[in-house]
Each structure stands twice: as C-alpha cells, then as structure tokens.
Antibody, heavy 119, light 110 residues
Framework: EVQLVESGGGLVQPGGSLRLSCAAS????????MHWVRQAPGKGLVWVSR????????NYADSVKGRFTISRDNAENTLYLQMNSLRAEDTAVYYC????????????WGQGTTVTVSS | QSVLTQPPSASGTPGQRVTISCSGS????????VYWYQQLPGTAPKLLIY???QRPSGVPDRFSGSKSGTSASLAISGLRSEDEADYYC???????????FGGGTKLTVL
C-alpha cells in the first residue's frame, strides 16, 4: 500500500526548533519530488516547500525561507522538514505529499502531524 | 491573502450542478497547470483534478475541471451530500518559484 506517515510534531516554544519526518512506503521514494503543505487551525492549505528527487533542488514559501530546511534520505525513504526560529504563526497541521509523475499533482498525502508554537 | 482567488463558500441542493471559480494571473494559472483538491472534514486533502481537466482513477466523472486564460473552474454535477467539503485550486507560480493555493471554497449541500 502506498503510504506516507508524518511524525515529529509537538509543542514548542517560540524561537525553538523541531524536525518533522515523513516515512514513505509502497512506492519507489527516490523517483518522486516531495512537498510539505501546512494548515493552520480553521484555515486553508498553504504550501511550504518542495524537494526534487535527489535533494539537489529545493523551493520554499517566502514565509519560511531561511528558517525551514527540507531534505530527504532516499536510502531510508524519508522526507524531513527542519524548522528553526519557530513563530506562533507556524502553528499548523503539517502534511507531506508526493508529487506524482508527469505533472499529475500531489497524488498521495500523509495524515498530518500537528505543530503548536506557544509559550 | 491567497495568490489564487476562490469564493469562500458555495452551495447547492442534491442533484444540482455547482461551479467553483479560481482566479489567478499570468505567472500561475496563465502559464501552468491547475489542480483541484478536496478536503473532507478532519481528513487530509485528496487530489481531484490534475493538469487542468484530468481525473485520477477513482474520482467520479461528476467532477470536471476547466481552464481559460488566467482562470479555472471546478464543476460538480449531480451534487451529493458526500461532496460537502472544502475545495482548493492550486498552481505553480513562475514569479514566486513556488506552489500557490487558493483560499479554499467550502461547499455546502443543502
């Protein structure tokens, strides 16, 4: 079964750091670009970052640029999001998503992990 | 404020046809594919339409997408109660070098 499972969320103080993980299974992880998308409580979906197949190319939303770092370990079939200098506005459910081949969209999503930034 | 503009809400009665619009600009919808996602309450988003008007396997043909210039739309025909969800349009933005989402449209089936 094709699956993405996020972990690493939790409560962190403003200015703190957290690393999210997304474990992939059921498909050849190294063939796919991957994304992080977040959703603040009661709000809409917002794109955070993406990474290409070998990790050599990354893109970020302006709101997280310089604070968040996306990476991947193809040997471990795992996607990461290192989040530093966290702010209250980073509070959200964070989803990882697979970017389907040939522009077929974000076709597989994880269940999400919740990050709460609060003192 | 989202780069792609959607109406915050839409509604219809069972069996009706509803359309959700998505307005962008030349740097996003005008030059890239549009995607639509459905998010049922309390669940992860699900891909509904890709490459402007293609349906993934398993998505009913009641759902259709279209694009013209810098706008796109999602149509749902034969509305059903289980279609009650939030719908998002998405595109790549060349100027931002990033993915942009619409603000989402909450569909209510009356």
């Amino acid at each position: 079964e094709v699956q993405l499972v996020e972990s690493g969320g939790g409560l962190v103080q403003p200015g703190g750091s957290l690393r999210l993980s997304c474990a992939a299974s059921g498909f050849t992880f190294s063939r796919y670009w991957m994304h992080w998308v977040r959703q603040a409580p009661g709000k809409g979906l917002v794109w955070v970052s993406r990474i290409n197949t070998d990790g050599s190319s990354t893109n970020y939303a302006d709101s997280v640029k310089g604070r968040f770092t996306i990476s991947r370990d193809n040997a471990e079939n795992t996607l990461y999001l290192q989040m530093n200098s966290l702010r209250a506005e980073d509070t959200a459910v964070y989803y990882c998503a697979r970017d389907g081949l040939y522009n077929s969209g974000l076709d597989v999503w994880g269940q999400g992990t919740t990050v709460t930034v609060s003192s | 404020q989202s780069v792609l503009t959607q109406p915050p809400s839409a509604s219809g009665t069972p069996g009706q046809r509803v359309t959700i619009s998505c307005s962008g600009s030349r740097s996003n919808i005008g030059s890239n594919f549009v995607y639509w996602y459905q998010q049922l309450p309390g669940t992860a988003p699900k891909l509904l339409i890709y490459r402007n008007n293609q349906r993934p396997s398993g998505v009913p043909d009641r759902f259709s997408g279209s694009k013209s210039g810098t706008s796109a739309s999602l149509a749902i025909s034969g509305l059903r109660s289980e279609d009650e969800a939030d719908y998002y349009c998405v595109a790549w933005d060349d100027s931002l070098s990033g993915v942009v989402f619409g603000g989402g449209t909450k569909l209510t089936v009356l």
